[in-house]
């Protein structure tokens, strides 16, 4: 069951307008990983397919929770990702790169293609795992793969899969959603 349109929040209408000077927000961005990632904010990773983008995330989750190079300094942070790959390659990346259990999966959700009501209910499922588990960050791998539109190119639907990832934001967990362009060779710049 959806809340009502015209959600009110500490009495006041959330569709208010309020002026530029009232605007409530933190003076910085909480970070997660400086200048990339940071709480309530969603962050879009988009390379080539075959070309890192797993082994990136993992290296940087092992790097936020137990230390490295790509943090300046370690974070205790407790991140879950979301996978369309399966529990046997992320246990052998977990031994391989040294992943702690501040590190939790959801290997495979999907069979097929999700409907968009399944794929706002993961996402809900996600949310409520998240904070259960006291997550700081969910890494999504990859997007395309996992939810809903089959053609990216149509907006709404686009739009339609997007939405609901901000019941994540507004909870304050920082999202790092993985994609790859389109198969293909294309022109520059239209990857």
């Keep these: 069951i959806l809340p009502p349109l015209r959600e009110v929040q500490s009495g006041k209408n959330r569709w208010t307008p309020v002026p530029a000077s009232q605007l409530q927000a933190g003076d910085q ?22 070309s890192g983008k797993t082994t990136l995330i ?13 943090c300046e300094s370690r974070k205790e942070i407790r991140v879950l990702i979301v996978s369309e790959e399966g529990p ?12 702690s259990d501040r590190v939790i999966f ?9 409907h968009q009501s399944e794929w ?6 996600i949310r409520d795992d998240a904070l259960r588990e006291s997550c ?3 890494i999504v791998d990859t997007l395309s793969t ?13 739009q ?15 999202l790092l959603l993985i994609n790859h362009p389109k198969k293909g060779d294309s022109a520059d710049g239209m990857a």
């Design 136 to 138: 700081d960050l969910v």
């Design 88 to 99: 046997l390659l992320w246990k052998r990346r977990v031994s391989q790169r040294g992943l």
């Design 106 to 114: 959801i290997c495979r959700p999907f069979t097929r293609r999700a």
């Design 146 to 158: 996992l939810w809903p539109p089959d053609d990216e190119n149509d907006a709404a639907k686009v």
């Design 58 to 70: 993992t290296d940087l989750v092992r790097d936020l929770t137990v230390g490295g190079p790509l």
């Design 29 to 50: 961005a909480d970070w997660v990983w400086l200048g990339y990632v940071a709480r309530g904010c969603a962050t879009l990773l988009t390379g080539g397919w075959k």
């Design 160 to 174: 339609r899969a997007l939405m609901p990832l901000t019941d994540l934001l507004e909870a304050g967990i920082a």
């Design 120 to 125: 706002e209910e993961f996402l809900g499922s």
